[in-house]
């Protein structure tokens, strides 16, 4: 295996790895920036009030995008399979 093969799959690794967590982390950073601004606003600081909305609307990303996160899981290790067997 080449230092190029190496390089590939590293990079497609990498682009999976953004690819499958945007989706969780930027619905947490917008619910996040809800809860802060509604706690700004009505002056309630709960800690609970800013973690149970993000693992409620988490859980249910992740049950929706469950299947689409294994494909593409699934594709990448095959791809890092077929690049192994051409060796």
Do not use: D, N
């Given at each position: 295996m080449s230092s190029g093969d190496v390089l590939t799959i590293f990079r497609d690794s990498i682009f999976t790895m953004l690819t499958?967590?945007?989706?969780?982390?930027?619905v947490s950073i917008g619910i996040g920036l809800i809860i802060a601004i509604f706690?700004?606003?009505?002056?309630?600081?709960?800690?609970?009030?800013?973690f149970v909305p993000k693992i409620v609307v988490s859980?249910?990303?992740?049950?929706?995008?469950?299947?689409?996160?294994?494909?593409?899981?699934?594709?990448?290790?095959?791809?890092?399979?077929?690049?192994?067997?051409?060796?």
């Open positions: 499958l967590s945007a989706p969780l982390l930027l706690q700004a606003a009505t002056q309630i600081h709960e800690q609970t009030l800013t859980a249910f990303l992740l049950l929706m995008l469950g299947s689409w996160m294994i494909t593409v899981l699934s594709e990448l290790f095959q791809r890092v399979c077929s690049m192994a067997l051409s060796l």
